[in-house]
Each structure stands twice: as structure tokens, then as C-alpha cells.
């Protein structure tokens, strides 16, 4: 017997994973990154199949990871999770640090830049395992565990993560809500949802107002 | 420049991963863990060489994961972390139930039971894929992340952890402190340290009162 919900207990953080699409910088949202070995210093990031960074990880061979925090703009995870790089610039207003020829977020509490030493295929997921190159601390704050954005910014995850379906088996809650459909973001201001000013945007995916839906 | 500290913000939970030597269930403590596909479910979970489990589930082709929660025995970590399976049974007096033939912890919130499918070698560490074959969740409670445990619990990383470096470099506290010399447990009771009674064992790894050390 398999049953899903089992998996929600582990424990991640929430990252963006940047790397170059030729000379234009380019990443995605990951949760799922660990140190494998500490002398040299290596990590390991599951990026999947159908996400464009994948693609071009292989290409540079190079990737860097922001780690956000829960001070971290929540819009972060809507601009790299949401949206594909083969169609936007994502790194477009966001303030960004170069780091050993790559872009890394500005408003996260660390970086690592990593170059790609072996990789694993799986059905779905490329795991790039990365020698760090380059580190360093940006700012004092708590990391943003998956955890944190799941009960506290009530996110959903993109549909390439390995925990969206499990997600999708989840049981609903009885409280009427509004809801983005776009990213998944709850509603949880003072003023009832229908009196909200219609240049309202959600502050995770910057989408309108109009694609809340009741739940 | 790398500056290790950049890696203790990524986020892990408290694992024990088991298996078997012969007939007989063995385990250790991990903190990397991660999903990696969702259909089949896939988790990739990265063993020390020097681990005698490393070894025990290259032969079985097995593993399962027990993850710890906020209210788990923090005994548990000295029980799996801080000794060898090859010296001692390492589930003797630990309560265990029986999944697809591997012991997991009974005092978890999830556990899965993996057969490996695939694995990636590195210099000091196995990254082992495994299909996931039974899962479930035996209660709700918060999951252990690596945060809390180091934080709440004050336990420091079994040498063969990857985050073993990078603690060592901790800015060390200025307050006067007595501390577990084997797990790092800190003692933090009501009555001063001196006064305990020397009966008193390391709540971690059960080692008596004469191995704590002023700090």
C-alpha cells in the first residue's frame, strides 16, 4: 500500500535554480537539493524533464542556487515556478548578483554556484550532481522551508515537482476561500475578496484579479 | 570564494534509513532525502561510504525510511547515528514495525519502504534511487527538519554527514555550557549540571553524565 500523504512529511527547502540560456540567464523553482559529500563540496538538484533549465543546465554545464527565505518576496517563486524561461526573461526586474558568469537572486539568504560532475537520469527528473565553485551568505534570515510556503503562503507546487500530485490528493478544507488558479496563492486579507480594488494582483504569480476562483 | 556556511541553509529533515544485514535489521541516521519522480514515486537518499548500512543496502537492494518528527525520541538519533551496525543491533529496544520485510521505527509520522532502482557514486557518498513499494503515515506530528534539530535538540551531525565540515566551523557561543562530548547534546535542565544526580545519561546517546564536557 502507497499512500501518498506519507511523502509530505519530508522535509525541503525552496530554491531557485539559475543557469544560462546563451548568453541570457534563465532558472526555475526547485525544492528538491542536498549536499552529497563535503570535501569537495557537492550538491545534488533534481530539475525536471519539461522544464526548460534542464535543457540548458546540460548545455552550460553550470548551475547556481538561491536559497529564498521566508522574508524572501513571495512573487519569486510566481516569476521562476509559473511561467517558462523559453518564453520570458525571468531574471527581467528582479535584482539579481553575478556570480561566476551566472545570475543569482539577490533577495536570498545564500547562494551556490555549482559546476555539473555526473548526473542521473530517472523517468521524469535529471538529478545534476554539482561541485560548489563559489558560496557565500547573503543575508541573516530564516531559510523558507516547503513547509513554510505550503501552510503560511498557502502556495501549490509547479506541475513538474515530484510532490504536485500528491498535492492534488489533498483533502479539502471546509472554509469557503478564494484562491489564485494560477499558482494556487490563498486570499487572506481584511477586506472580504469582492471588495478588493480590481487592480489587484496576486502577489505570488502577479496575475489578476480575475483569475481568483471561489473555493 | 566558497564560505560553507552558505550550505547550512539548506533545509533536510531527520531520517533514519534501515535495511538489512542477513536476517538482521540495521539503519542509520540521513538527513538527505529528497523525491525525485511522482509516478512511479522515487526517492533519492545519500549514504556515507563508511556507513555500514551503505554496504548492507548495496546487498539487499532495500531500504526504508522512518522520518522523525518534533516529538520523536531524540534517543533515536543516538541509537542510529552515533555507533556502528556493525557492532551492535541497532533496533534492540527500539519499537519497530515490520514493512515489506524491513524493521522501520514505530515512533515516526511517515515511513517508506524503497527497493533501489539506481544509484549514483560520488567520492565519499552513494546517492541510492529507490522505487518506492509501501508507504504510510503512522502519525501527525511536525516532521524533524535538520534546523530544529540542531537548534532545539542541540545535537551536532554524525562525522559521516556531509554537514560534519561546515558545523565545526560554527562561531563558537560566548555563555558557559556542559555538552554531550559524544553527540553534542547540550544540557540545558532546571538544576546546574554539577548537582545532577550520576545516574544521569545523555538523553541523545544514553552515554553517562561523565562524558559531558564544559564548553
Known sequence: MINKNAFRNLSYGVYVVSTLDGDRPTGCVANSAMQITSEPATIAV?????????????????????????????????????????????????????????SVVADACSYLVCKVINKMETATHTVFLGEVIAADVLKEEEPMTYAYYHKVVKGKSPKNAPTYIAEEEETVQKEEKWVCSICGYEYRGEIPFEEVPEQFVCPVCKQPKSVFVRK
Not at 53 to 61: D, F, V, Y
Not at 82 to 89: A, I, L, P
Open 46 to 102: 533534481s530539475i525536471n524533464h519539461d522544464n526548460y533549465s534542464n535543457a540548458c543546465i546540460e548545455k552550460t554545464g553550470k548551475f547556481a542556487i538561491s536559497i529564498l527565505t521566508e522574508e524572501s518576496d513571495p512573487g519569486l517563486i510566481g516569476i521562476f515556478g509559473f511561467q517558462s524561461g523559453k518564453d520570458v526573461n525571468k531574471f527581467d526586474g528582479v535584482e539579481a548578483l553575478e556570480k561566476e558568469g551566472l
